[in-house]
């Protein structure tokens, strides 16, 4: 297992590489990318910030929930911080394990950990020069023990969680 | 106790400060904490219940601070 922040950008295919063995069958990835609109407004970028210590914490925590929930240790989660251009790559989770359902399923739980609990922030910049900090609300409650629920949305894919 | 309680991103952006310095009782709790910043730091718009970190681990509004602890307060995350 390996996570963590990283200041420089991510290298998709050395993540998928690290978590890659002839035991396991399946390799699930996923990239979270900076996206051109959010809520109609043309982006520019988006900056994102860290409370570092904390993320780094948190992103351990989780890879470690994850690797006794889904059974496998064969997992890496970057999550990078600073300025970031339209398309680049903000976080990348890589998961392996001789089953796809697992892997798979492993992969959609830590994203969808990391937007609840991971101390990161995002600053977008707007095509009209302004900026926005992105808050989605959910400050109460969200980040305790217990609120992110495994079973919760598998199964299902319907839920958007591309949106970087 | 003096804190310097951590700020980020939207609230460190209110505040013009990445930390605002409370004075609390020496048993507080994160709730008294809480309390204190909003008198400090008035500009800081605080959800009635703010997500708060203690030693880097979120902290409920029971949990007991000492001077050696690091507090922050947790905007709404939005990693990803």
Redesign the interface.
Known sequence: MRTGLVGTPIDIAAIAADVASPANGALSLFV?TVRDTNDGRPVDGIE????A???E?ELAEIAREAAAQFGTTHIVIE?RTGYLALGEA??AIAVAHPRRANAMDATRWI?EA??????????EHYTDGTRQ????????G????GVVRGAEGRGSSDRE?T?? | MQLDVLLFASYADAAGATSVRVSVSDDARVSEVVQAVRTAAPAVHLPARPLVAVNHRYAGADVRVTPSDEVALIPPVAGG
């Open positions: 979270g994102y910030n860290a409370y210590p904390m993320a914490r999550h903000s976080v994203i990391l937007k609840q609990r991971v101390p990161i922030w995002k600053l900090w992105v808050e989605h609300g959910r400050g109460q969200a980040g305790r023990p969680v949106d970087a």
